[in-house]
């Protein structure tokens, strides 16, 4: 499976946007980008998904680089409730067993 | 949105007795559902992934004497620790993927068992 790399933490201000990068250099050309945030002691929350093009939806934007080997989700205007373990995940596919295999993620600090 | 939850949230019990932590969708059906262990600091490591009416198929490293896994409904499946130790002791989590062209996983809440 590819694996992903991202800065173990990062801080941001409150009401400033953030920008989280993720390498992915073994990524395949069927392989999706995912990525979801865990806030402490909770399940997992979906954020956003990609192939090819940026996406954006109501909780931030994904922006991938046109080789698709790194990715950066873009949260807008961070809050203090976005402080959380971000994690980008490839997935093999999106039939209905596709698996999210996990890394380390990102911890994102909100300084207020 | 659709929404997952686990039951219970939080759960002692002693070496050597069985637990079975609930996963159920709420508002939706889920053709598959996934089952992750989390340890203190550590990101998520999937265990197994089920799907209504079939076995489910384990990890490498996962036992599947140890962690019993039933899913007998579209909005139900069970994960049963038995003969729990206290290595055992993490966050359980299980996702769901709803049937249809939904491309997300739902994550309950989670289970943190302490065995003692």
């Known amino acids: 499976d590819a694996k992903t790399t991202q800065p173990n933490s990062m801080e941001s201000n409150e009401e400033e946007p953030v920008h989280l990068p993720c390498n992915h250099s073994t990524i395949s050309g069927t392989d999706y980008i995912h990525w979801y945030r865990q806030l402490p002691s909770q399940g997992p929350e979906y954020v956003i998904h990609g192939l090819t093009s940026n996406v954006n939806n109501r909780m931030a934007s994904l922006a991938i680089a046109e080789d698709r080997k790194s990715s950066t989700l873009i949260l807008h205007r961070a809050t203090l409730r976005d402080a959380a373990v971000y994690y980008c995940?490839?997935?093999?596919?999106?039939?209905?067993?596709?698996?999210?295999?996990w890394g380390a993620g990102t911890k994102l600090i909100i300084k207020p | 949105g659709a929404v997952v939850s686990q039951h219970p949230s939080w759960v002692i019990c002693k070496s050597g007795t069985s637990v079975k932590i609930e996963c159920r969708s709420l508002d939706f059906q889920a053709t598959t559902m996934f089952w992750y262990r989390q340890f203190p600091k550590q990101s998520l490591m999937l265990m197994a992934t089920s799907n209504e009416g079939s076995k489910a198929t384990y990890e490498q490293g996962v036992e599947k004497d140890k962690f019993l896994i039933n899913h007998a409904s579209l909005t139900l499946s069970t994960l049963t620790v038995t003969s729990a130790h206290p290595e055992d002791s993490s966050f359980y989590i299980c996702?769901?993927?709803?049937?249809?062209?939904?491309?997300?996983?739902?994550f309950g809440p989670g289970t943190r068992l302490t065995v003692t």
């Open positions: 996702s769901a993927r709803a049937s249809g062209i939904s491309y997300e996983q739902y």
């Open positions: 995940i490839l997935s093999l596919s999106l039939d209905s067993n596709y698996q999210l295999i």
